[in-house]
């Protein structure tokens, strides 16, 4: 269930630097000195141009891309691969093609060690959490853009993360899908039913951060680091059951 307590570092980013191979010998410098922290309980938002790195932050905080420089710290301890307890939502949704929902949500825990019983357990609830409940044996190709992200969405929530990195996650949906998909999961919040404790949320779309977001940082580019943060003050999602914030959402 959720833990609102916000005393545990999550996540501690220490001067991270970034660099890739230009290809004319040259490096491209894309993450400068990041500086990030996160709380248990905390959602935070990430906002900043294309190109300014922060897909590949996050690729740095899910263990896929090392950093050049710097201490990225998952619980404490140095992120080398994947660790434990964080998992990603991508633009793209990455999906494996020719694997049913099921087998794709099951994806999620294989490196768990999970026996196989347990593993559809735990992914028939995820699918059924994110209201794709019937559409089990549907391959990515049959189902719309946004039952596609929801797919992404309970592989991603199937282990019960941490800590849910986000990467634009509705930015790839029509305008009227990603607010559905937007709300639902703000439905869920709000119910306490999302098994996750705190989200890293990367978008474009500054209305959707101060709607969902704890805290926003804002990202400078070339090189990309952390510029400014913003408190959003209003309470946050998961508190606002009163009617007045209701508008807002609906
Ligand atoms: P954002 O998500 O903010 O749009 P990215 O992190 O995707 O930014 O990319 C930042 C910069 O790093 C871009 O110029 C991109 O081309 C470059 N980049 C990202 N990954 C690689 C890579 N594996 N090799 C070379 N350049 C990369
Ligand atoms: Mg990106």
């Not at 735990?122 to 992200?149: H, N, T, V, W």
Request: hydrophobic share 45%.
């Amino acid at each position: 269930m959720l833990d609102t307590s916000k005393d545990t570092n999550l996540l501690d980013i220490r001067g991270v630097c970034r660099s890739f191979p230009k290809g004319s010998g040259e490096e491209l410098l894309v993450l400068e000195k990041v500086d990030l922290t996160i709380r248990s309980g905390e959602i935070v938002g990430l906002l900043g141009r294309s190109g300014s790195g922060k897909s590949t932050l996050l690729r740095i905080i899910a263990g896929l891309v090392s950093p050049s420089s710097g201490d990225a710290k998952c619980r404490g301890e140095t992120i080398v691969g994947p660790p434990n307890g964080v998992s990603m939502v991508f633009q793209s949704f990455a999906l494996f093609p020719w694997l049913t929902v099921l087998q794709n949500v099951e994806l999620g825990l294989e490196a768990l060690g999970v026996d196989s019983a347990e593993r559809r357990k735990r992914a028939l609830a995820a699918i059924d959490l994110i209201g794709l409940d019937g559409f089990e044996s549907a391959y990515p190709k049959e189902l719309s853009g946004g039952m596609r992200q929801r797919v992404g969405f309970a592989r991603a929530l199937v282990v019960h993360p941490d800590l849910l990195l986000m990467d634009e996650p509705f930015s790839a949906l029509d305008v009227l899908t990603a607010e559905t998909l937007r709300t639902d999961l703000i439905d869920l919040w709000i119910e306490g039913r999302l098994p996750i404790k705190s989200v890293l949320m990367v978008t474009h779309n500054i209305e959707e951060a101060v709607l969902m977001c704890d805290r926003i940082l804002v990202f400078s580019s070339n090189p990309g680091r952390v510029a400014a943060e913003i408190k959003v003050d209003f309470p946050h999602p998961r508190n606002r059951l009163d009617p007045a914030f209701r508008q807002l959402v609906d």
